[in-house]
């Protein structure tokens, strides 16, 4: 199993280049399952849940080609989608693969999914997904693992009116995905706002879904009977640059972050800003971040979009071991988000944890040692306080953040960081 030996203690300094989004390029994936037509998908991420969703496509006879290498455009044709089927062997390794289920049975009248079941960092139901599909007329059941969605005579979906009871992210892209192709109009209301959903809504109405209220909690379809290809580039990676920004502030380094959205970074960079950082906006793609010499503990509280992502706090944490000072970091999206916390704290921090609070007592020097990730973003945390820890730290588990960051030990080397991988 593959792991990063770090060594700490440099700066950084140099650009890097943001790669797209992994959670927005996932979606535009499964809606390619929409329409026997050809979509072309640009600024794909080199990241293990993009070859996962591959797989899965393949695996219902779609066609997915990269035609460059390195790929980072694919070109997915779902001529004819046999077996509408996800299996468990792909599901369980990326929980995503459910953002099949909404297209399949709004193009067929039919899907077999396999459920996802908990994971690491909390529950994570998908019982929102499944009320949804019902209210547009999808007969559901589970059994032997399976959900099955079932519309009478494989016919369509019908419109309906969606009040999520809880914001979704990718409940609401299944839905929005599945009211596409449906026979009237579907209200999804307490919608995800995330720039993610909005990438997706932009991309289905390119392949001619009426769409109305995008970027907004309130999203009106007008279903439509067939959808077409196209070409589509995915928005840049907000996690991705936000885990740079955060390597660069506290290395006390200078880094030029290329390709990104600064203006889907908003809640981040005022955090960071808070605590000392200093950020420029040097252009509408591109951020240019310099650590302060001393940065100061701030609170956060991980809230849905337009707040302070979920996917950024484990990384935050990183900053606030070196931050002078209690901070305070709050988790409300998901029940189980501080795994990194105890490895942290085997590195040296000081962080207490109660619930669904941590607090986090800086500066603390961190020492070099071999920890454990857990999940995705819990793998990026450690990476970056292995960063500023003196001496080695091996992080072990690293397919964690091989399934979500496009080689990041490259990038980080290119600017300076001491960081390889191992085996
Ligand atoms: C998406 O997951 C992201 N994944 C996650 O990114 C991200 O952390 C999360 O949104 C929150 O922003 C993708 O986009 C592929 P939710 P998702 O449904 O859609 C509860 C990463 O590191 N809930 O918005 O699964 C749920 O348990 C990953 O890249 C229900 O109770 O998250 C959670 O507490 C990890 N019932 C809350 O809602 C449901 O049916 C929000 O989850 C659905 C969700």
Request: net charge neutral; with cysteine.
């Amino acid at each position: 199993m593959d792991k990063f030996l770090i060594e700490g203690g440099h700066r950084l300094e140099g650009t890097l280049r943001i790669s797209g989004a992994k959670n927005a390029a996932l979606p535009a994936m499964a809606a390619a399952l929409l329409t026997p037509e050809t979509v072309r998908l640009k600024n794909i991420p080199r990241v293990r849940d993009i070859v996962t969703m591959t797989q899965l496509l393949a695996h219902m006879d779609v066609r997915v080609e990269a035609p460059e290498v390195p790929p980072t455009d694919l070109i997915i044709e779902g001529r004819k989608v046999s077996g509408a089927e996800a299996p468990y062997e792909l599901v369980r390794t990326m929980r995503a693969s459910i953002l099949t289920l909404g297209p399949l049975v709004g193009r067929l009248g039919y899907a077999r999914v396999s459920l996802p079941g908990g994971c690491a960092i909390g529950a994570r139901p998908i019982d929102l997904h499944l009320k949804a599909l019902e209210q547009m007329g999808a007969h559901i059941t589970t059994e032997h693992g399976y959900v099955e969605a079932r519309v009478a005579g494989k016919g369509r979906l019908r419109g309906g009116h969606i009040v999520f009871e809880k914001i979704t992210v990718t409940g609401t892209e299944n839905v929005l995905m599945a009211a596409a192709l449906a026979e009237g109009e579907t209200w999804i209301e307490n919608a995800a706002r995330e720039p993610e959903v909005t990438d997706l809504a932009e991309l289905l109405i390119q392949m001619g879904a009426k769409i109305e209220g995008v970027g907004t909690a309130t999203l009106r379809v007008h279903g439509v009977s067939a959808l077409h290809g196209t070409t589509h580039t995915i928005i840049p990676d907000r996690i991705e640059a936000g885990t740079f920004l955060v390597a660069g502030a506290i290395t006390g380094g200078e880094l030029v972050l290329d390709g990104c959205a600064p203006q889907h970074l908003s809640a981040v960079l005022a955090k960071l800003a808070e605590t000392g950082v200093e950020i420029h906006e040097e252009a509408p793609d591109r951020l240019r971040v310099r650590g302060a010499r001393k940065l100061v503990a701030a609170d956060v509280t991980t809230e849905e979009y337009p707040g302070f992502a979920t996917d950024m706090q484990a990384q935050y944490m990183a900053v606030a071991t070196q931050a002078d000072g209690a901070s305070v970091i709050t988790e409300t999206i998901f029940e189980n988000r501080f795994m990194h916390a105890s490895e942290m704290a085997r590195m040296g921090a000081n962080i207490s944890i109660e619930g669904r609070q941590a607090v986090v007592r800086g500066p603390a020097p961190l020492t070099g040692t071999s920890v454990i990730a857990s999940d995705l973003r819990a793998s990026a945390s450690l990476v970056l306080a292995g960063l500023v820890a003196r001496g080695e730290t091996l992080v072990d588990r690293v397919y964690h953040i091989d399934r979500g960051y496009a080689r990041i030990e490259e990038k980080l080397s290119s600017v300076g960081a001491r960081i390889r991988r191992v085996r």
